[in-house]
């Protein structure tokens, strides 16, 4: 702990951690709330019963934290009611990567709630393959169309009724959407016109890659 205090960028990635050690995590962001900017532990069993001791350091008012990976954790929507409140609280946090987790709808309309707070200063999210569908479109779309600029939804089930209404949310003026988001699926001919017509108005916008 003493150790990873004193730097900026803390890489723990693939080294089977499990929950047991999110104390000693958490301990961590405590004890360089105003050094450590960068946090990675993709690629660990830490479970949702390790997120909530690591969210608590989050939301404290010192923590400078930019960046954090919680890639392939073997997490699940029962976290991510914790992770939206950190989305809600926390002033520095821009870059989340939460790709590779079973997340599913009820997860991902939990973290629209925190991405929506107008306390939000989060820029960049990965939410690939994280096993939700079209059923939470309409959170996202609604995420899209206020202040999202970067945002990685590939390899999810969203089907032509959840990319229409994430259309809907990119045709929004006040949309900052930047970067591809989607993979490419068989969709049918009026999904197609609506992504054509996306690309036409916003011709910095590549959805599908």
Not at 15 to 21: D, F, I, N, V
Not at 30 to 59: A, F, I, M
Not at 78 to 86: F, N, Y
Request: charged share 20%; aromatic share 6%; glycine share 8%.
């Amino acid at each position: 702990v003493i150790l990873f205090s004193q730097y900026l960028s803390c890489r723990i990635c693939n080294c089977q951690l499990t929950a047991a050690c999110c104390w000693d995590l958490s301990s961590v962001l405590g004890r360089s709330r105003q050094t450590l900017l960068k946090l990675e532990l993709g690629w660990n069993k830490l479970g949702d019963s390790g997120v909530p001791l690591l969210c608590e350091e989050l939301k404290h008012p010192n923590c400078k934290l930019q960046k954090l990976r919680l890639s392939s954790c073997d997490l699940t929507g029962s976290c991510c009611e914790d992770l939206s409140s950190v989305l809600s609280t926390n002033q520095t946090l821009k870059w989340l990567w939460l790709g590779g987790n079973k997340l599913g709808d009820s997860g991902v309309r939990q973290l629209c709630e925190g991405l929506m707070n107008p306390n939000c200063k989060l820029k960049k999210l990965w939410l690939s393959l994280c096993d939700f569908t079209g059923s939470c479109s309409e959170d996202l779309s609604s995420v899209l169309s206020t202040k999202q600029e970067w945002l990685w939804l590939d390899d999810n089930k969203l089907g032509d009724s959840g990319v229409r209404q994430l259309c809907e949310g990119l045709m929004n003026p006040n949309c900052k959407l930047q970067e591809p988001w989607l993979t490419k699926e068989n969709f049918n001919e009026e999904t197609w016109q609506m992504l054509k017509a996306v690309e036409e108005k916003k011709p910095g916008v590549v959805l599908l890659h």
